[in-house]
């Protein structure tokens, strides 16, 4: 499967799309003219004309380097899976249909299955890969990367009652049900209709976001979808009152993907995509359909004020121009501080960013502090990078620095583990946070000697490499509390936290606590 590595970072080289700077008392709503991040410019203006066309562009290339036009065929030594030990396949005790998805099940591994053999007969036989697929004896000398714990998948199919013992009372057993609902609801998996396996593993976490899905269980269009990202925001409520219902197994994504292919091309076929990209489409399009903001306004402040007086004006402003349920509840924003290594002046912008895309240091092992570390880490900004300084008027070399100025509600962290150079994956393992209020992200605020403690509710997990590989969900219940592996449409037992590390880790997802 081909790997489309992530193309921007939270923040830009450089300018602020809705920010103010000491520097200049007028701001307007356009996009700053940096090129080297498209993540400093509005959601919606990032993901529309030359962007778009840019990411169209890259596939292409990336054909190109594969020598398909079709989907990339990697051998299955492509796969490195270091967090997993062998299993046996006899674990899983769903039919073969309910594992591939259905007739469509083989589709969905097109781009390995073609270099082990074309024909149907291939497949004929009856052990299962980890992924739903009828394995031959060619498949068997290569084994899938299996569970922490024997028997790791439970029988969704099973009825209710038989996790109820036999011997109790018809009363108590009433109240069991009630609790075994309660705390089995959103245990769904997600078919996987043909690649889509970084789709579903993106829609669990955000699944498992709590306000988010509180909002579309209840949620009901007042009159029929009139855009695209209506129709998307519609077919995912759809979606996610279904993966919410009583005794309800697995669903199959068909309607939302197709809706949001037709906004997005780039999503029509079935290769294989970046789950952080697809989520900030996907967001944007979400965010789009609730938007009830009002264009036009032009942000004017006044330079005497404090750094904290203009953030509080620009987010006001910003607020009022994208108002909807997904900036309360994903958006944050950076304090950029620009300063003239010459003169000494300082440029301060003000930044909304929807996660924050963190580098990964050198060493295999590190924290998730230290990818923070790098993140605000002060930058020179020399040669052909020199920004014109609004005092010296001349490029100057300049220094750049980050903090977070305001936390959003949802911590969204991205670590990046693919080049965009050398088309490569970062094995890095970063040792993160996964207990209640264990991650602080105070030390990284614009506000020195203030708290703002995080818990990690969800981890979207990438296993391969840059030319093909699998992508996962890691979920934590929000009523039992427990955590569970969502594996396109098989959903595990509850895991140990033991399990949560590991250099599969890839967009990591925290609540405020």
Avoid at 22 to 47: H, L, Q
Avoid at 62 to 83: A, E, Q
Avoid at 313 to 342: A, H, M, P
Wanted: hydrophobic residues 25%; proline residues 4%; glycine residues 6%.
């Amino acid at each position: 499967m081909p790997m489309i590595s992530p193309r921007r970072s939270s923040t830009s080289a450089s300018g602020s799309i809705y920010g103010t700077s000491s520097s200049s008392a007028t701001v307007g709503p356009t996009t700053s003219t940096d090129t080297s991040s498209s993540s400093s410019r509005s959601v919606s203006d990032r993901y529309s004309s030359g962007g778009y066309k840019s990411y169209l562009d890259r596939a292409g290339s990336l054909s190109k380097l594969t020598g398909s036009s079709s989907s990339y065929s990697p051998s299955l030594s492509s796969y490195s899976y270091s967090s997993y030990t062998p299993r046996s396949s006899t674990t899983y005790r769903s039919s073969a249909s309910s594992l591939t998805g259905g007739s469509s099940g083989i589709g969905t591994y097109r781009s390995i299955l073609p270099s082990l053999g074309s024909t149907s007969s291939s497949y004929d036989t009856t052990t299962l890969s980890r992924y739903g697929v009828r394995t031959s004896s060619t498949l068997r000398s290569t084994h899938p990367p299996a569970s922490p714990t024997s028997s790791r998948y439970w029988e969704r199919d099973s009825s209710r009652s038989s996790l109820i013992s036999s011997s109790t009372s018809h009363t108590d057993e009433n109240k069991k049900y009630a609790v075994n609902d309660e705390e089995t609801e959103g245990l769904c998996g997600l078919r996987n209709i043909g690649n889509t396996c970084f789709m579903n593993s993106v829609i669990q976490c955000l699944s498992h976001t709590n306000e988010l899905t509180k909002y579309l269980r209840n949620y009901n269009a007042t009159k029929s979808p009139t855009s695209k990202d209506q129709q998307i925001l519609y077919e995912f409520s759809k979606l996610i009152k279904e993966m919410w219902t009583n005794n309800v197994h697995s669903v199959t994504p068909m309607e939302l993907k197709r809706s949001f292919s037709a906004k997005h091309r780039m999503y029509s076929d079935y290769n294989q995509q970046d789950a952080q990209e697809f989520l900030r489409f996907f967001l944007d399009s979400l965010h789009c359909a609730l938007n009830s903001g009002v264009k036009g306004e032009v942000l004017k402040i006044d330079d005497n004020l404090s750094d904290n007086k203009k953030a509080e004006l620009t987010w006001e402003w910003y607020s009022r121009l994208e108002n909807s349920l997904i900036r309360d509840l994903f958006v944050g924003q950076l304090k950029s501080t620009l300063r003239c290594t010459v003169c000494g002046n300082a440029s301060v912008t003000f930044d909304p960013f929807w996660d924050l895309s963190v580098p990964l240091p050198s060493s295999s092992r590190c924290k998730l502090e230290a990818c923070l570390d790098l993140f605000i880490k002060e930058e020179v900004l020399d040669g052909d990078e020199m920004p014109t300084c609004s005092k010296c008027q001349t490029r100057r070399k300049c220094t750049k620095s980050f903090t977070i100025q305001r936390f959003p509600k949802y911590l969204v962290i991205h670590l990046k583990r693919f080049s965009e150079t050398r088309w490569s994956k970062l094995s890095n393992i970063v040792e993160f946070p996964t207990g209640e209020r264990e991650l602080n992200m105070g030390p990284y605020g614009a506000n020195a000697n203030s708290n703002m403690y995080f818990s990690l509710y969800a981890i979207s997990n990438h296993m391969g490499s840059t030319a093909g590989g699998h992508y996962v969900a890691i979920c934590k219940h929000p009523v039992s509390k427990k955590w569970h592996e969502f594996n396109d449409n098989l959903v595990s037992e509850s895991l140990s936290e033991n399990h949560l590390v590991s250099s599969s880790a890839y967009i990591l997802f925290y609540e405020r606590a």
